[in-house]
């Protein structure tokens, strides 16, 4: 059952954008919160950014801060991740992710999220 559509990664050069996108039917996956995660060979998944349903709670992680945004679509329950100045460091699978509960912790571990999506490349390289 895929509960979290991913979509927009690819293969660009450094400076280049791309946008993310996260469709789900499940209101509710909505409604608890979704955001983004990365993940590189031999590395634990990293936090990247989060968004409300409503989009008055948004965090980022500090190496993205300044160069992504986040967003979100309250009527097509969708949240899209717009990715500006990509470097190299930012190479990895991108996951999608809903929260588990409408709790915010201080620290958004993996743990808090129980429903993800399939991962989608990105690779940003000359």
């Known amino acids: 059952q895929v509960r979290l559509v991913e979509s927009g990664g690819g293969f660009v050069q450094p400076g280049d954008s791309l946008r993310l996108s996260c469709a789900t039917s499940e209101r509710t996956l909505f409604t608890r919160g979704m955001g983004w995660f990365r993940q590189t060979p031999g590395k634990e998944r990293e936090f990247v950014a989060i968004i409300s349903s409503n989009s008055k709670v948004i965090r980022y992680s500090d190496s993205v801060k300044g160069r992504f945004t986040i967003s979100a679509d309250n009527a097509k329950n969708t949240v899209y991740l717009q990715m500006n100045s990509l470097t190299p460091e930012d190479t990895a699978v991108y996951y999608c992710?809903?929260?588990?509960?409408?709790?915010?912790?201080?620290?958004?571990?993996?743990?808090?999220?129980?429903?993800w999506g399939q991962g989608t490349q990105v690779t940003v390289s000359s």
């Open positions: 992710a809903a929260k588990s509960t409408h709790i915010w912790p201080a620290i958004l571990s993996p743990s808090y999220f129980h429903a």
